[in-house]
Nanobody
Framework: QLQLVESGGGSVQAGESLKLSCVVS????????VAWFRQAPGKEREGVAA????????DYGASVKGRFAISRDRATKTWYLQMNDLKTEDTAIYYC????????????????????WGQGTQVTVSS
């Protein structure tokens, strides 16, 4: 059983940066896919970034590629989402999610495949 706790959300101006953290308790040595999703009011939940359990594969959503970066600290079992050059359209609740599987799957952004979710953290970007 995994438990995920996000932190680091807040309000920033467009063009600024923000770094989100996700502590994954219960993470096993076999590894798990960990991903970041976001959901804006009235919109579908959107895949932002994902990292396979071994860290060998990383995927990004088209709208954030080149601006966001997912990383992890194995020692503290913490995953990060560094968000640079933030835009107003990045405003959303950001969720950390994990799969029991080490792989994120052929369609990593299929949120229904993720068994474990954090409570979410609000990111607001103003112009």
């Amino acid at each position: 059983q995994l438990q995920l706790v996000e932190s680091g959300g807040g309000s920033v101006q467009a063009g600024e940066s923000l770094k989100l953290s996700c502590v994954v308790s219960g993470y096993t040595d076999s590894g798990h896919c960990v991903a970041w999703f976001r959901q804006a009011p009235g919109k579908e939940r959107e895949g932002v970034a994902a990292m396979s359990g071994g860290g060998g594969r990383i995927d990004y959503g088209a709208s954030v590629k080149g601006r966001f970066a997912i990383s992890r600290d194995r020692a503290t079992k913490t995953w990060y989402l560094q968000m640079n050059d933030l835009k107003t359209e990045d405003t959303a609740i950001y969720y950390c999610a994990a799969r029991a599987s080490v792989w994120c799957g052929t369609v990593w952004s299929a949120h229904a495949k993720y068994e474990y979710w954090g409570q979410g953290t609000q990111v607001t970007v103003s112009s």
